[in-house]
């Protein structure tokens, strides 16, 4: 699987953005998804994840109740809308997959995960 994200920008302190991350080379159903950031200088933290089915997801509480993480198989794409965006955002955004057998599992850890896309920038400015 062949992970692209794009998306990112710079926005100011309580704007929005939507990330996409379209997958190539195979479909994404079976497939749990992430997001995961990274700042300059920190370790790459997990954001979000939706399970396979897409009934299930999972945020970390630095943004929870601000992001939503989705899919659509049909496009083979991820999405995540951030709203209420604050300066702590800023990082760049990678999207992830990992095949998964229970179509309710949530995986919040970057070791589990198999492909990754490129990443995107996000700044956010106060």
């Known amino acids: 699987v062949q992970l692209q994200a794009s998306g990112g920008g710079l926005v100011q302190a309580g704007g929005s953005l939507r990330l996409s991350c379209a997958a190539s080379?195979?479909?994404?159903?079976?497939?749990?998804l992430g997001w995961f950031r990274q700042a300059p200088g920190q370790e790459r933290e997990f954001v979000s994840a939706i399970s396979s089915s897409g009934a299930i997801t999972s945020y970390a509480d630095s943004v929870k109740g601000r992001f939503t993480i989705s899919r659509d198989n049909a496009k083979n794409t991820v999405y995540l809308q951030m709203n209420s965006l604050k300066p702590e955002d800023t990082a760049v955004y990678y999207c992830a997959a990992v095949w998964v057998t229970l179509k309710t599992m949530i995986l919040r850890n970057a070791d589990e995960y198999d492909y990754w896309g490129q990443g995107t920038q996000v700044t956010v400015s106060s």
């Open positions: 080379g195979r479909t994404i159903t079976g497939y749990g």
